[in-house]
Structure formats: C-alpha cells, structure tokens
C-alpha cells in the first residue's frame, strides 16, 4: 500500500483559522491553537495511528478561570475569586508594582518570557477584562 503525502496546514482567515488539506478548505476555527491541535491529529491519523495528547505543565490559579478568547482576558468574577490582587492601570495601587508586576507582553518584551505552569502574582484592568501580571524583579532594565 502506498502512502500518500498529504498537505495539512493551518492558515489564518480574517476572523477564524482554516484547516486546509491538500489546498482544500476543510474546517474553519476561532481558535488558532484548536487549529493547530486538529492539524496535528489530521496528521497522526493519516498514519494510521492514536493521537497521544502531551501533557502540558498549566497554572493551577489560571486553569480554574474562564478565558475569553476574542478579548484574551479573564472576567472579574472569576478572577475575585482566585484571591489575587486586582488593580486598575494608572492608578496608585498599580505604579508603586508597574516595574516588577508585568503582563506577559511586557515579560516577552525584556527576554523574561512566561514559564508553563508559572503562576499569576495579580491582575491588571484592560478594556474587556483582566490579565494575569507576573513577578519580575528586574521589570524596568532593557526597555
């Protein structure tokens, strides 16, 4: 029996994710990394073999709350509930923490990116929700 090869990827449309197989649009996704998990057990099922799921080290606090995928926040409710300091961007609770408490853009920024499984030390404000803020002690070097 001969093998096939087949083209699988994932390719980003105006609002959704497509998988196409063999150029051919198959399924469409919000979701960027649902795509890519589809695209991998496409992959592992054309060989005639069980897709194994890797287990991945996760935030305890943040794998409890409800993600918002379109705005990529979590809901004030959920985050309340973790405990955790909430504070508002510009305001004085939040200046005296700006240099060490920073938002996962911020850590990628100054080469201090997120670990897995690192946990939250507060929430910032933004428009829709909240984002996890993270403990760097040397948040203002390099910006």
């Known amino acids: 029996m001969s ?6 990827e994932v390719i980003s449309l105006a609002y959704e994710y497509g998988i196409y197989k063999d150029g051919k649009l198959i399924l469409c996704l919000k979701d960027k990394e649902n795509a890519e998990l589809i695209k991998d057990i496409i992959k592992v099922d054309a060989e005639y073999k069980r897709y194994q ?5 996760r935030s305890k ?17 959920d985050c309340r509930e973790t405990g955790l300091p909430m504070v ?3 305001y004085s609770n ?3 923490y700006a240099d060490k408490w920073l938002s ?3 850590c990628k920024k100054i080469k201090q990116e997120v670990k897995e499984g690192e946990e939250p030390v507060a ?3 933004v428009m829709y929700g909240y984002v996890p803020l993270y403990l760097r002690d040397e948040g203002n070097k390099n910006e």
């Not at 093998?3 to 699988?8: C, E, N, S, T, V």
Request: charge should be positive; hydrophobic fraction near 30%.
């Open 3 to 8: 093998k096939r090869l087949m083209k699988i």
């Open 53 to 57: 799921l890797k287990e991945i080290k």
């Open 61 to 77: 606090i943040l794998d409890k709350l409800a993600y918002d995928t379109q705005y990529k926040c979590y809901r004030a409710k």
């Open 88 to 90: 508002d961007y510009g």
């Open 94 to 96: 939040y200046i005296e």
């Open 104 to 106: 996962k853009t911020r």
């Open 123 to 125: 929430f910032l404000r």
